[in-house]
């Protein structure tokens, strides 16, 4: 009682001393309990992003492998995380565990897609104009591939300032030439006599020159897809169908397709407009200023697109907006997309009305055969073909980069890709290539040796056609002369057809369909094959730590062969994303909690000098030593006890304020990590308690000397005089 | 029948001084009974207050030794010399050295607070009847800075006595107050000593001296004499100076009779 007086005393005649340390134990014990809630929060909201789109709880892969699962973050090329052996026995072991809802056979692997070439397209259409006697719209598609050869011509000819032509491949330098053929007015004329003829010299020698830049990067993963949309529940079909069952087919990330397919200054346009919609302005808005005047320098993606009737289309529609007599389509289209914030959404408007109608909105369209090209698993460059059912999204991610990433295709179309040679299909290729006598041939001399000198393309077609993935080398065209042949056997299909598939995809489709897309895979043969991964989906309430050690004893007892691991270790380095915040709010802390350490025991000491001859005649009229002590610890724990509620008061009240608003996600890492567009987070009964105990912790620690060098004053002193 | 309260035998005090040894005290034999009202006077550094801080027990005798109230302090320990002055000794500063964050009343409860005998009632009661007997009733409330210097020691003196100890110590009571203040100041510690409360003090206050019944002179750490005044002699400047000031101790005594009739009622009923 006589302590606590005292104590409130003290620090009531010192008020400012006490106000300076009261406050930062204040904000240290504010930051304790707002940071443990937000990273609690976090915590939650991260692990509803990645444990429901894509890792599930736990993950497991082959035990002892060299590289470590990282679903998250780096790209997965050339790691070798192995693959799990016998699919169908861990997950009939996995799946007996308690808590455990499903065992998702998981693959992951990144592709390159090539986009529809516009050339490509526009000669498809020509041919068929051509064929069906349409004067008007051959004559516009003419004269728009005309000016395509032009403007690649042009391309071509900035590239040679950059580009040492003597180092150029012969294949470089005889495309080059062939273009310069086709740019010259005198092709032209050829045209005119025999269509068929220039046609075809566009299709074969410049149509592939113009491909370069529609390649796509694509990150995906190779699963039961049935069981993947069942157990995942963030996963939402956004257009398109659902994969059916047991078939090869291809599910795009709506947010990669937007961003990777999708015609690039319409989703520009899309982007501004989303942009706007959440409060900023192209008048201070730096990023919208840029995609404004990326619109404005890349006219060239408009009119590339489109041929006659299409430009006096839209000019005159641009003509009418800008209320402009400019015939010059270039700079129509240039002041067209120099917008403000008054006229923006008008003109996305028109944009969309009178502009994207004449463009090929989308390289790859639902319904479209995707071609996806990549690596094997020993390496090899390979391709398959797949339809792509439509696109999905991750509930409440749809904005995040990260969730967006990530594309769906069946576990056969993956094995495909992967290629992964087992003992007996290696054996099985070695009697073949024995058998057959098969030999690297370079791409240059491929046609000659496949089909002879006089070739036609509708042949390679057929041979192309048939179904991938059957094990059976058809053919082996060397892209590079000097890969080894076991490699493009593995690849089974071969270059020619990967070009005939872009160049008309419905086609293809339609051949594949027949064979290959429209088959049924039992369960046995999903979970049949290579399996580089599983996601391990609980049930809800299932303790997961549990379960991850169930996991491993299972894994040990029945010889799984297993590494398992919980998502935030499987998610890479967006799982340690928390370890990081957690380290640099610990930090901060230790910081804020130091400095105040360093002040209250500095303040303490000087107070314990002020007050020698107050407390030397404590002990004169019969304190005790411990008595002292304990004054001074009193006078500690009010201050820590005082001003750590005050800061953990304003901590909770900070969160449930903050729970009632959201705290709006920034970024679009933010938008994953937050699990949607707003954290809500909370506050629970242990952040507070953990704020108090900082706070008393670090005031009686800084009091612990000076109230030692208190007991150590004499009752003696009272005695001395007052000077 | 006068016992001695301390008693001190062969008494050196040494206080080591870099290379040199100061010897405070040398060879020092004295006797305090009940009741007495003794001054120690002598000039400064003679080892007047080296003298009282052994009798406080703040301070310990290199040799020889002092016993107080029957317990020789040279056996006890740090804790039990601690309890012997919360329970037996009463102390009035030089500077008062009150606590600056408590108000009077608390200043005088202090000691009571450190005992843990007095429930909040015997306390309140207790420190009631001592402000009422130096006369700061209404000054209850101020702290120590709201008071003037004869408030003050007044308020120290009511701390001094509060515990009901066997002997009060005085250094230097008066020398931070004016004559006036301190004349009263004395009066008043007369009027509780004629109550039964023994006073011993330091001072070279000749005053203070004057109104002794006893006055050990102390000269280069020795006993120099020691002579007993006549009562008469001792209180007649004081009666001269004021009669008027000698009423308010008269008064101070008449309400601490009956009080100090309880003493010993207060003490065992606790």
């Not at chain 1, 939402?236 to 659902?242: A, F, I, N, R």
């Not at chain 2, 003679?46 to 317990?71: E, H, W, Y």
């Given at each position: 009682m006589l302590l606590l007086r005292l104590a409130i005393r003290n620090l009531w005649t010192h008020k400012w001393k006490t106000a300076i340390v009261g406050g930062l134990l204040t904000v240290g014990t504010l930051l304790v309990v707002v940071g443990q809630a937000l990273l609690a929060s976090l915590d939650l909201s991260m692990s509803q992003s990645i444990v429901h789109s894509i890792s599930g709880h736990i993950q497991v892969s082959k035990a002892g492998a060299k590289d470590r699962l990282k679903l998250f973050g780096s790209p997965n090329d050339g790691t070798e995380i192995g693959h799990i052996e016998d699919f169908p026995r861990v997950r009939k072991a996995l799946e007996a565990l308690p808590g455990v809802e499903a065992v998702v056979p998981m693959g992951f692997n990144n592709a390159v897609v090539y986009g529809g070439n516009i050339l490509d397209v526009k000669l498809a259409a020509l041919r068929k104009a051509e064929r069906e006697g349409d004067r008007t719209r051959t004559k516009a598609l003419r004269n728009h591939v005309r000016r395509i050869v032009g403007l690649l011509r042009g391309e071509l000819g900035n590239l040679e300032g950059f580009?040492?032509?003597?180092?150029?491949s012969t294949e470089d330098r005889e495309g080059h030439a062939a273009v310069e053929t086709a740019a010259h007015d005198a092709f032209w004329q050829g045209y005119d006599a025999d269509p068929q003829q220039a046609m075809e010299f566009l299709e074969n020698r410049i149509a592939p020159m113009a491909m370069g830049e529609e390649m796509m990067f694509l990150r995906y993963i190779g699963t039961d897809t049935a069981r993947f949309t069942q157990s995942f529940h963030r996963f939402e079909l956004v257009d398109g169908k659902p994969i059916p069952p047991g078939q090869r087919g291809f599910l795009f990330n709506k947010l990669n397709y937007e961003d990777t397919c999708k015609h690039k200054t319409a989703r520009r346009l899309d982007k501004m407009q989303d942009r706007i919609a959440e409060g900023w302005t192209l008048k201070s808005d730096a990023e919208l200023k840029q995609w404004m005047e990326l619109n404005q320098r890349q006219y060239k993606e408009i009119t590339y697109q489109l041929d006659d009737l299409g430009a006096a289309d839209v000019r005159k529609a641009l003509q009418a907006e800008l209320g402009s007599q400019q015939a010059d389509l270039q700079k129509l289209i240039q002041a067209f997309m120099a917008m403000d914030d008054k006229n923006f959404a008008k003109r996305y408007k028109l944009f969309y009305a009178a502009i994207a109608p004449y463009l090929q909105l989308y390289a790859v369209n639902i319904g479209d055969v995707l071609t996806i090209n990549g690596l094997t698993d020993a390496g090899y460059p390979t391709s398959v073909n797949v339809p792509v059912y439509g696109t999905f999204r991750f509930r409440s991610l749809d904005k995040s980069a990260l969730a967006g990433a990530t594309s769906l295709t069946d576990m056969m179309t993956f094995r495909d890709l992967f290629g992964h040679m087992t003992a007996d299909r290696r054996e099985e290729l070695q009697r073949l290539q024995q058998g057959s006598g098969i030999k690297a041939v370079a791409r240059e001399d491929a046609e000659a040796a496949l089909?002879?000198?006089?070739?036609?393309?509708d042949e390679a077609v057929e041979l192309a056609a048939a179904p991938t993935?059957?094990?059976?080398?058809?053919a082996a065209v060397g892209r590079d002369a000097s890969a080894p042949s076991t490699g493009l056997a593995d690849a089974a299909t071969d270059a020619a057809a990967a070009d005939l598939a872009r160049l008309d995809l419905k086609a293809g489709g339609r051949r594949y369909g027949r064979e290959l897309f429209g088959r049924r895979y039992n369960q046995q043969e999903i979970d049949g094959g290579v399996v580089r991964h599983a996601a391990v989906v609980l049930k809800p309430g299932t303790d997961e730590r549990a379960v991850l050690q169930a996991v491993r004893a299972a894994s040990d007892r029945d010889k799984l062969g297993l590494t398992a691991i919980d998502w935030r270790e499987a998610s890479g380095l967006i799982g340690n994303f928390i370890g990081v915040i957690y380290a640099v709010l610990a930090t901060a802390l230790l910081v804020i909690f130091i400095v105040a350490l360093v002040i209250l025991n500095n303040t303490m000491v000087m107070a314990t000098a002020e007050r020698v001859r107050e407390i030397g005649t404590l002990r004169a009229i019969g304190a005790q030593r411990t008595e002292i002590l304990a004054m001074f610890l009193a006078e500690a724990l009010v201050l820590g006890a005082l001003f750590g509620t005050l800061g953990a008061g304003l901590g909770v009240g900070g969160v449930l304020w903050a729970q009632a608003v959201g705290i709006p996600a920034v970024n679009d890492v933010l938008v994953f990590l937050f699990a949607g567009p707003r954290l809500y987070p909370f506050v629970t009964p242990l952040h507070v308690g953990v704020g108090l105990l900082a706070a008393g912790f670090v005031t009686v620690l800084s009091t612990l000397y000076p109230a030692w060098l208190a007991t150590r004053i004499e009752p003696v002193v009272a005695m001395q005089g007052a000077e | 029948m006068p016992d001695a309260i301390v008693t001190l035998q062969g008494v050196d005090k040494d206080y080591p001084l870099g290379a040199v040894v100061v010897r405070?005290?040398?060879?020092v034999d004295l006797e305090i009974d009940a009741g007495e009202f003794t001054v120690i006077a002598g000039p400064s550094g003679s080892g007047k207050t080296t003298l009282l801080n052994l009798i406080g027990c703040v301070d310990v005798a290199t040799r020889g030794t002092v016993t107080i109230d029957g317990a020789n302090t040279h056996k006890l320990s740090e804790r039990d010399l601690t309890r012997l002055r919360l329970h037996k000794l009463g102390f009035i500063f030089q500077s008062f050295n009150l606590v600056g964050v408590l108000d009077a009343f608390q200043n005088i409860e202090l000691p009571l607070l450190l005992q843990r005998d007095l429930g909040a009632a015997a306390r309140t009661e207790r420190v009631r009847g001592l402000l009422e007997q130096v006369g700061l009733t209404a000054f209850a409330h101020h702290r120590p800075g709201e008071l003037s210097g004869g408030q003050r020691q007044r308020v120290a003196i009511a701390r001094a006595l509060v515990s009901q100890p066997r002997i009060v110590l005085a250094d230097e009571p008066t020398a931070n107050l004016d004559s006036v203040t301190g004349a009263q100041i004395l009066e008043l510690m007369q009027a509780l000593n004629r109550t039964g409360t023994t006073f011993l003090f330091s001072t070279h206050d000749p005053r203070v001296v004057e109104r002794a019944r006893r006055v050990v002179r102390m000269v280069d750490g020795r006993i120099d004499s020691d002579s007993a005044m006549s009562p008469a002699a001792a209180v007649s400047p004081a009666a001269a100076v004021s009669p008027a000031a000698a009423v308010s101790p008269a008064a101070a005594l008449a309400t601490l009779t009956p009080a100090a009739a309880d003493h010993p009622a207060a003490a065992t009923s606790v």
């Amino acid at each position: 009682m006589l302590l606590l007086r005292l104590a409130i005393r003290n620090l009531w005649t010192h008020k400012w001393k006490t106000a300076i340390v009261g406050g930062l134990l204040t904000v240290g014990t504010l930051l304790v309990v707002v940071g443990q809630a937000l990273l609690a929060s976090l915590d939650l909201s991260m692990s509803q992003s990645i444990v429901h789109s894509i890792s599930g709880h736990i993950q497991v892969s082959k035990a002892g492998a060299k590289d470590r699962l990282k679903l998250f973050g780096s790209p997965n090329d050339g790691t070798e995380i192995g693959h799990i052996e016998d699919f169908p026995r861990v997950r009939k072991a996995l799946e007996a565990l308690p808590g455990v809802e499903a065992v998702v056979p998981m693959g992951f692997n990144n592709a390159v897609v090539y986009g529809g070439n516009i050339l490509d397209v526009k000669l498809a259409a020509l041919r068929k104009a051509e064929r069906e006697g349409d004067r008007t719209r051959t004559k516009a598609l003419r004269n728009h591939v005309r000016r395509i050869v032009g403007l690649l011509r042009g391309e071509l000819g900035n590239l040679e300032g950059f580009v040492d032509l003597s180092r150029q491949s012969t294949e470089d330098r005889e495309g080059h030439a062939a273009v310069e053929t086709a740019a010259h007015d005198a092709f032209w004329q050829g045209y005119d006599a025999d269509p068929q003829q220039a046609m075809e010299f566009l299709e074969n020698r410049i149509a592939p020159m113009a491909m370069g830049e529609e390649m796509m990067f694509l990150r995906y993963i190779g699963t039961d897809t049935a069981r993947f949309t069942q157990s995942f529940h963030r996963f939402e079909l956004v257009d398109g169908k659902p994969i059916p069952p047991g078939q090869r087919g291809f599910l795009f990330n709506k947010l990669n397709y937007e961003d990777t397919c999708k015609h690039k200054t319409a989703r520009r346009l899309d982007k501004m407009q989303d942009r706007i919609a959440e409060g900023w302005t192209l008048k201070s808005d730096a990023e919208l200023k840029q995609w404004m005047e990326l619109n404005q320098r890349q006219y060239k993606e408009i009119t590339y697109q489109l041929d006659d009737l299409g430009a006096a289309d839209v000019r005159k529609a641009l003509q009418a907006e800008l209320g402009s007599q400019q015939a010059d389509l270039q700079k129509l289209i240039q002041a067209f997309m120099a917008m403000d914030d008054k006229n923006f959404a008008k003109r996305y408007k028109l944009f969309y009305a009178a502009i994207a109608p004449y463009l090929q909105l989308y390289a790859v369209n639902i319904g479209d055969v995707l071609t996806i090209n990549g690596l094997t698993d020993a390496g090899y460059p390979t391709s398959v073909n797949v339809p792509v059912y439509g696109t999905f999204r991750f509930r409440s991610l749809d904005k995040s980069a990260l969730a967006g990433a990530t594309s769906l295709t069946d576990m056969m179309t993956f094995r495909d890709l992967f290629g992964h040679m087992t003992a007996d299909r290696r054996e099985e290729l070695q009697r073949l290539q024995q058998g057959s006598g098969i030999k690297a041939v370079a791409r240059e001399d491929a046609e000659a040796a496949l089909f002879g000198a006089d070739s036609d393309a509708d042949e390679a077609v057929e041979l192309a056609a048939a179904p991938t993935g059957s094990g059976a080398a058809v053919a082996a065209v060397g892209r590079d002369a000097s890969a080894p042949s076991t490699g493009l056997a593995d690849a089974a299909t071969d270059a020619a057809a990967a070009d005939l598939a872009r160049l008309d995809l419905k086609a293809g489709g339609r051949r594949y369909g027949r064979e290959l897309f429209g088959r049924r895979y039992n369960q046995q043969e999903i979970d049949g094959g290579v399996v580089r991964h599983a996601a391990v989906v609980l049930k809800p309430g299932t303790d997961e730590r549990a379960v991850l050690q169930a996991v491993r004893a299972a894994s040990d007892r029945d010889k799984l062969g297993l590494t398992a691991i919980d998502w935030r270790e499987a998610s890479g380095l967006i799982g340690n994303f928390i370890g990081v915040i957690y380290a640099v709010l610990a930090t901060a802390l230790l910081v804020i909690f130091i400095v105040a350490l360093v002040i209250l025991n500095n303040t303490m000491v000087m107070a314990t000098a002020e007050r020698v001859r107050e407390i030397g005649t404590l002990r004169a009229i019969g304190a005790q030593r411990t008595e002292i002590l304990a004054m001074f610890l009193a006078e500690a724990l009010v201050l820590g006890a005082l001003f750590g509620t005050l800061g953990a008061g304003l901590g909770v009240g900070g969160v449930l304020w903050a729970q009632a608003v959201g705290i709006p996600a920034v970024n679009d890492v933010l938008v994953f990590l937050f699990a949607g567009p707003r954290l809500y987070p909370f506050v629970t009964p242990l952040h507070v308690g953990v704020g108090l105990l900082a706070a008393g912790f670090v005031t009686v620690l800084s009091t612990l000397y000076p109230a030692w060098l208190a007991t150590r004053i004499e009752p003696v002193v009272a005695m001395q005089g007052a000077e | 029948m006068p016992d001695a309260i301390v008693t001190l035998q062969g008494v050196d005090k040494d206080y080591p001084l870099g290379a040199v040894v100061v010897r405070a005290l040398q060879g020092v034999d004295l006797e305090i009974d009940a009741g007495e009202f003794t001054v120690i006077a002598g000039p400064s550094g003679s080892g007047k207050t080296t003298l009282l801080n052994l009798i406080g027990c703040v301070d310990v005798a290199t040799r020889g030794t002092v016993t107080i109230d029957g317990a020789n302090t040279h056996k006890l320990s740090e804790r039990d010399l601690t309890r012997l002055r919360l329970h037996k000794l009463g102390f009035i500063f030089q500077s008062f050295n009150l606590v600056g964050v408590l108000d009077a009343f608390q200043n005088i409860e202090l000691p009571l607070l450190l005992q843990r005998d007095l429930g909040a009632a015997a306390r309140t009661e207790r420190v009631r009847g001592l402000l009422e007997q130096v006369g700061l009733t209404a000054f209850a409330h101020h702290r120590p800075g709201e008071l003037s210097g004869g408030q003050r020691q007044r308020v120290a003196i009511a701390r001094a006595l509060v515990s009901q100890p066997r002997i009060v110590l005085a250094d230097e009571p008066t020398a931070n107050l004016d004559s006036v203040t301190g004349a009263q100041i004395l009066e008043l510690m007369q009027a509780l000593n004629r109550t039964g409360t023994t006073f011993l003090f330091s001072t070279h206050d000749p005053r203070v001296v004057e109104r002794a019944r006893r006055v050990v002179r102390m000269v280069d750490g020795r006993i120099d004499s020691d002579s007993a005044m006549s009562p008469a002699a001792a209180v007649s400047p004081a009666a001269a100076v004021s009669p008027a000031a000698a009423v308010s101790p008269a008064a101070a005594l008449a309400t601490l009779t009956p009080a100090a009739a309880d003493h010993p009622a207060a003490a065992t009923s606790v």
